[in-house]
């Protein structure tokens, strides 16, 4: 059984940076693509930033393409999300996911609060 554990989220101020790791635990996360989503206030949860499973293809939403950088260590379990030149408009709780066995997303970390003052 797969778990994520998200980490790194925090108050910023606008034009900062932070980075968001994810640490699975359980099978190795080299068989799996994982992805990052982040939920605002109010909002639905949107798709971030994705990985394949040995980094040849990374993905991106239009709205961090240029500022966010996702990458991942299989040898640590771990995938990062670098998240530059951040906005108010960034603020969200991001969560990390992964897809085990399944085309699509299906175990999800608890999330992280990012928070970016203007």
């Known amino acids: 059984q797969v778990q994520l554990v998200e980490s790194g989220g925090g108050l910023v101020q606008a034009g900062g940076s932070l980075r968001l790791s994810c640490a699975a635990s359980?099978?190795?996360?080299?068989?799996?693509?994982m992805g990052w989503f982040r939920q605002a206030p109010g909002k639905d949860r949107e798709f971030v930033a994705a990985?394949?499973?040995?980094?040849?293809?990374?993905r991106y939403a239009d709205s961090v393409k240029g500022r966010f950088t996702i990458s991942r260590d299989n040898a640590k379990n771990t995938v990062y999300l670098q998240m530059n030149s951040l906005k108010p408009e960034d603020t969200a709780v991001y969560y990390c996911?992964?897809?085990?066995?399944?085309?699509?997303?299906?175990?999800w970390g608890q999330g992280t609060q990012v928070t970016v003052s203007s």
């Open positions: 359980g099978r190795t996360c080299s068989s799996y693509a």
């Open positions: 996911a992964a897809a085990v066995g399944a085309s699509e997303y299906n175990v």
């Open positions: 990985i394949s499973r040995r980094s040849s293809n990374t």
